[in-house]
């Protein structure tokens, strides 16, 4: 049976509703055209929208990123993790497809622009070393709910360069299933949606499913099976386009579907794959966004020649105007939430809520993204634990958690994470203050020492001040 403590003092403070996130958005001006003219070499068009458009009827957004920071800042370390050099530590060298440039997180490569967009840019030196950068969201769990749908779509315009000078350009917006990381060699079987892919400056989208084994298989590697099209309207290079991606369970058999400006033109669907390929790609505990923009490798050799050449001009950057994930249908997002008694992956999405036992916290409804509900009233001594999360045997090395804040000035705390027994010390921690209200959602990674095996999880709250001091919606670990 499961024992929930009472809380142990009554709740101190009163609850700030949520506004709507609409309200904290930027609003862009007629600055954008001053930016552009300070970039007269690189002529692209950066025109962004006021924020995120909301989702349609029907849809809920649960992550999103309007890449609305100052000029010359790097992405929310929040949201993304920047990749660097040129392979992950232990996996395949040029990143798995022979593209020749280092990955920096230096803001000559990648950087808000100030005008609502993130810039990524690749650079050559005096010697013809090519720099660029390569970004990936915290969260993999992004799946759809149990019988619903899953959509990633982005708002990008692809370098703004065509002909010899583009030979070698790769720019991607992609997604990789959650157990390629710290394996890196158990592609492509964990599966890859390729929503946009583009080389060469040609004036056409690739839309890529990459699954099964390689070479050949199922997904006919290291092709994959894939479609493209030109860009509607004005090309790929010249302005921005919306690329879509969304994974269907809601209709037999399962659909992917990829899109351009609303427009679809690429479908898988569940039975045109053997059916261990689509389990192995499907069930797990979900995908990871990228951005990034290579420079020559398989892909541009394919159709132009080696590249890149000495006539590809460097310094013609790929600009993103946001990211937004959104699902309809089902169960709320993600529908990972640990069973009666305990259990479930480390790698899923555990809702706080889905504690065995507590000390001192309170369960209430949430405004966050998917809504249903948080611990609340959480302040120092508290603790919820959750029993039985298996980590596999692969170290889980980072922790993320969903918090909120509405504390008062001076007034901050640990989110801690110990295994097995309160009294033990925590494997990993990040500090948390007022984030805008106790309604205000921000995702706050944090390193952990490398656990494997099965654990009760508890949290734990630490703080020098009586007062309450943080919510957490939910919480996930990463390796």
């Known amino acids: 049976m499961?024992?929930?403590?009472?809380?142990?003092?009554?709740?101190?403070?009163?609850?700030?509703?949520?506004?709507?996130?609409?309200?904290?958005?930027?609003?862009?001006?007629?600055?954008?055209?001053?930016?552009?003219?300070?970039?007269?070499?690189?002529?692209?068009?950066?025109?962004?929208?006021?924020?995120v458009p909301p989702p349609p009827a029907g849809w809920t957004?649960?992550?999103?990123?309007?890449?609305?920071?100052?000029?010359?800042?790097?992405?929310?370390?929040?949201?993304?993790?920047?990749?660097?050099?040129?392979?992950?530590?232990?996996?395949?060298?040029?990143?798995g497809t022979g593209e020749i440039q280092n990955f920096t997180n230096s803001?000559?490569?990648?950087?808000?622009?100030?005008?609502?967009?993130?810039r990524i840019t690749p650079l050559r030196d005096g010697a013809g070393n090519w720099t660029s950068a390569r970004i990936e969201t915290h969260r993999s769990n992004f799946r759809p709910p149990a019988g619903g749908v899953l959509a990633i779509e982005g708002r990008i315009q692809m370098p703004n360069v065509t002909g010899q000078a583009a030979?070698?350009?790769?720019?991607?917006?992609?997604?990789l299933g959650s157990p390629y990381r710290g394996n890196y060699w158990n592609w492509p079987g964990i599966g890859e949606f390729d929503i946009m892919e583009n080389v060469n400056g040609i004036n056409s989208v690739w839309a890529v499913l990459h699954c099964g084994v390689n070479p050949g298989g199922p997904c006919n590697e290291t092709s994959g099976i894939g479609a493209n099209r030109a860009c509607p309207g004005s090309t790929c290079q010249s302005a921005f386009h919306t690329y879509r991606f969304?994974?269907?369970?809601?209709?037999?058999?399962?659909?992917?579907?990829?899109y351009v400006d609303g427009q679809q033109f690429h479908t898988v669907t569940q039975n045109q794959l053997p059916a261990d390929t689509w389990n192995n790609m499907t069930n797990h505990a979900g995908y990871f966004i990228l951005l990034n923009v290579s420079i020559g490798g398989a892909f541009p050799n394919a159709l132009g020649g080696q590249t890149p050449t000495a006539a590809t001009v460097p310094g013609r950057p790929m600009l993103v105007d946001y990211v937004a994930v959104s699902t309809r249908g089902g169960g709320t997002q993600p529908p990972t939430t640990p069973p009666p008694g305990g259990g479930g992956s480390a790698y899923s999405t555990i809702q706080a809520e889905a504690y065995s036992q507590q000390g001192g916290v309170i369960v209430e409804g949430t405004s966050d993204s998917g809504g249903g509900q948080n611990i609340g009233a959480v302040a120092n001594g508290d603790w919820t634990v959750y029993p039985k999360i298996d980590f596999g045997s692969t170290a889980a090395r980072q922790f993320s958690a969903r918090v909120a804040s509405g504390a008062g000035g001076g007034v901050s705390g640990l989110v801690e994470v110990r295994l097995d027994s309160r009294s033990n010390p925590p494997i990993g921690s990040f500090a948390i203050g007022n984030t805008g209200g106790w309604q205000s959602w921000r995702t706050v990674p944090a390193n952990i020492s490398g656990v494997t095996g099965i654990h009760d999880v508890y949290l734990t709250f630490t703080s020098g001040q009586p007062a309450d001091f943080v919510n957490v919606n939910w919480f996930t670990f990463a390796r």
């Open 61 to 95: 957004m649960v992550w999103s990123d309007d890449f609305t920071g100052p000029a010359n800042t790097l992405p929310s370390s929040a949201n993304w993790i920047i990749d660097t050099g040129h392979n992950y530590p232990g996996g395949p060298a040029n990143w």
């Open 246 to 258: 969304e994974w269907d369970t809601s209709i037999s058999p399962n659909q992917l579907r990829w």
């Open 167 to 175: 030979l070698g350009y790769w720019p991607a917006f992609w997604a």
């Open 107 to 118: 803001t000559q490569n990648v950087a808000h622009d100030g005008a609502g967009n993130l």
């Open 2 to 51: 499961t024992e929930v403590l009472p809380a142990t003092r009554p709740q101190r403070r009163r609850r700030q509703r949520w506004r709507g996130q609409l309200l904290l958005r930027k609003r862009r001006t007629a600055l954008i055209a001053a930016v552009a003219a300070l970039v007269v070499a690189v002529p692209v068009s950066i025109a962004a929208q006021a924020s």
